[in-house]
């Protein structure tokens, strides 16, 4: 696959701003077994919500409830429940040798307990299979946000009950699937999962109940993974655990110290309770006192777990500000940059470089993988046909080279995973943001690879042979 010139004058310019690196004259020396790819979503691209057994997800629920933006649902979304080998054969054509896919709990288990729904797992049965044939290692997440609904009507994760059922579905897909998926991932992003669904009711299940419900959904979702852990490593010893969080720097707006304390707060909530609990089996001090009622003797201890690997998602920096009368009193401040995807979201690819040196010197080093980085454009199909995007190609250029610069600095990296493959449900936006390297249209289900695909797949290709 032959790389346009306009891609790559676009993506060697962005390249060559960024201060010291020389990724513009050659690919970056990325060791051979390195991980390309990209991560997607069940519920954002599979569709047939209805098909083969699959039982409501809080999700369904909070679409039905009218809180989607532009009114779609993910009752299509990109039907990779029936396109899956088409979506394959792009992964393939672009060189990926991984890709990060979700399971949907509510399809394996409609209920969210009980018997595992044979159906639902032969879907990912026939993925894992085309996966593997198309040479592209598997590693799948367990849950990416689709909380059955006849869990959440007993709790969801407000309750620390959801600990067994969470254990008992990880068990029923590795027993599955275990043979052949080698690396499985726990959560995904329980942080938003808390603060944006439990906190708030900006995403599912909108239960809008603040800190204290921010900081139950997480206390819970860490127990759970703890469980579902070692009830793989249990039966499954030759598996690679791990999971993938949100991470970001937490940066006050101003120099006051009211802001750098609302910076500190954020970052304990955002970052710190998911990743010392999992790694150092710790509360974040600022938030001990908070957190005292929620924890139970024990609780520490089962949450801590020695994984293998660690999913890292970055879009940028969260600049904060005090913010009284708001939750853990903190606010959004505004980013000191000129660049912003169609979300809104500044573009400041330094974050991740701060956020993998952090995880070597904080952490001990632990081997870590880009699970997400990616961004929102308005970018349409032109006249020719194609999708110009050079903001995207610039986004990923810019990101990468911090990847490259955290190697050299002896960050224990293993692989970048974009986000995402395709253009999909982004979940309260419904159909109208496309983070896709490859354009869908919704009406046909055609698949345009996007300018970002080609140049994605032609940097890979010389990364390798570098």
Not at 42 to 52: T, V, W
Not at 385 to 414: C, F, K, S
Request: glycine share 8%; with cysteine.
């Amino acid at each position: 696959m032959r790389l346009k010139r306009r891609d790559f004058l676009a993506a060697t310019a962005a390249l060559a701003a960024f201060p010291g690196n020389t990724l513009a004259a050659k690919a970056p020396a990325f060791h051979k077994d390195f991980l390309w790819g990209a991560s997607t979503s069940a519920y954002q691209i599979e569709g047939a919500l209805d098909a083969d057994g699959r039982g409501p997800s809080v999700w369904d629920t909070f679409t039905a409830q009218g809180h989607i933006q532009d009114g779609s649902t993910a009752a299509q979304a990109c039907q990779h429940y029936t396109r899956y080998r088409e979506d394959v054969a792009l992964m393939k054509a672009a060189h990926f040798n991984a890709y990060r896919f979700s399971i949907a709990w509510p399809r394996v288990q409609p209920q969210g307990t009980g018997p595992a729904n044979a159906k639902g797992l032969d879907f990912y049965d026939r993925l894992v299979d085309e996966l593997l044939r198309a040479g592209i290692r598997p590693l799948a997440c367990l849950y990416h946000w689709d909380m059955p609904q006849a869990l959440q009507d007993q709790g969801g994760w407000q309750s620390r009950a959801m600990t067994g059922p969470f254990a008992d579905y990880a068990r029923a897909v590795a027993a599955r699937l275990g043979d052949r998926v080698k690396d499985w991932m726990m959560l995904n992003e329980p942080n938003v999962v808390a603060i944006f669904g439990h906190g708030l009711r900006e995403h599912a299940p909108g239960l809008g109940l603040g800190e204290m419900g921010v900081l139950r959904a997480l206390h819970h979702q860490n127990l759970a993974q703890g469980a579902a852990l070692r009830a793989i490593r249990a039966e499954h010893g030759d598996c690679r655990l791990g999971t993938v969080t949100s991470v970001q720097p937490c940066r006050p707006e101003t120099s006051s110290d009211a802001d750098r304390a609302a910076a500190i707060r954020w970052d304990a909530v955002w970052n710190r309770v998911a990743v010392d609990g999992l790694l150092r089996g710790a509360v974040p001090d600022v938030l001990a006192e908070r957190m005292a009622p929620i924890i139970q003797p024990g609780d520490l201890a089962a949450i801590r777990f020695p994984i293998d690997l660690l999913g890292l998602n970055y879009y940028s920096p969260n600049t904060m500000r005090h913010a009284p009368g708001q939750m853990f009193e903190v606010g959004w401040g505004r980013a000191p940059t000129d660049r912003f995807t169609a979300m809104g979201w500044p573009v400041q690819p330094d974050g991740l470089y701060e956020v993998l040196m952090e995880f070597k010197n904080l952490y001990g080093n632990p081997a870590t993988f880009v699970a997400e980085n990616g961004a929102a454009y308005d970018d349409a199909l032109s006249a020719d046909g194609q999708v110009h995007d050079p903001e995207r190609i610039r986004y990923l250029a810019d990101h990468i080279a911090e990847v490259r610069r955290a190697l050299a600095d002896g960050a224990n990296v293993t692989g970048y995973l974009a986000w995402s493959l395709l253009d999909n449900f982004e979940w309260a936006f419904g159909l109208s943001k496309r983070f896709g390297l490859v354009r869908v249209d919704y009406d046909s289900q055609k698949r345009i690879p996007k300018d970002s695909y080609r140049w994605f797949a032609d940097f890979i290709q010389k990364a390798r042979q570098s």
